[in-house]
């Protein structure tokens, strides 16, 4: 089993910056790729960033240019920088990671951008 533990979720005003992270533990042998996805309610979830094993990255074009995914390696951790946050960015953000072909969810972080 993985486990994935979500922090940096909160309320910020718009223009402003959070980091998420998202550490993740257990049976972790060879991860395929990490990332964030985010849902509000009424509304499919959406990916935002997704790094893989190799380090290439994709976005979302909606957070092109916003949005950072970076992760560290030895803490087996991702992240997700966000700067110029919107108002439209606000949902519950999701941490994946996939290894071996299983992809595990994290709990979910809220994000509360107010206008």
């Known amino acids: 089993q993985v486990q994935l533990v979500e922090s940096g979720g909160g309320l910020v005003q718009a223009g402003g910056s959070l980091r998420l992270s998202c550490a993740a533990s257990?049976?972790?042998?060879?991860?395929?790729?990490m990332g964030w996805y985010r849902q509000v309610p009424g509304k499919e979830r959406e990916s935002v960033a997704v790094?893989?094993?190799?380090?290439?990255?994709n976005y979302a074009d909606s957070v092109k240019g916003r949005f950072t995914i970076s992760r560290d390696n030895a803490k087996i951790t991702v992240y997700l920088q966000m700067n110029s946050l919107k108002p439209e960015d606000t949902a519950v953000y999701y941490c994946?990671?996939?290894?071996?072909?299983?992809?595990?969810w994290g709990q979910g972080t809220q994000v509360a951008v107010s206008s």
């Open positions: 994946t990671v996939r290894t071996l072909g299983v992809p595990y």
């Open positions: 790094i893989r094993s190799g380090g290439s990255t």
């Open positions: 257990g049976s972790i042998f060879s991860i395929d790729y």
